[in-house]
């Protein structure tokens, strides 16, 4: 299913941009929080606070964006599985710029 096809009947948060074979320019790829009608708080802070996070992390802010996505998995240890992918990478992109 394309992000198009339901954008605004979920609360979504932007995980990453990949490139896909024939396409030119990289596809942001999402991850389904909730349906709109049953979103908690929690799952709103939590797209929120990770997209603070993406932000700085595109930026190449490395120090900043590891700070931002520990304290998002500090606050949200067990919503937050993929978070810790982002916590591991980030030192090592630091260190191959």
């Known amino acids: 299913m394309t992000y198009g096809r ?9 995980l990453d941009l990949v490139r896909v074979p024939g396409k030119d320019q990289p596809v942001k790829i999402y991850e389904l929080l909730a349906r709109k009608a ?6 709103e802070a939590l797209a929120r606070d990770f997209q603070v996070a993406l932000v700085e992390y595109r930026k190449r802010n490395w120090d900043k964006a590891r700070e931002t996505f520990q304290a998002v998995l500090a606050k949200f240890p067990r919503m937050d599985r993929r978070n810790s992918t982002w916590n591991d ?9």
């Open 6 to 14: 339901i954008r605004g009947e979920f609360l979504e948060r932007e």
């Open 38 to 43: 049953k979103v908690s708080p929690e799952q």
């Open 89 to 97: 990478v980030t030192p090592f992109l630091k260190a191959r710029p």
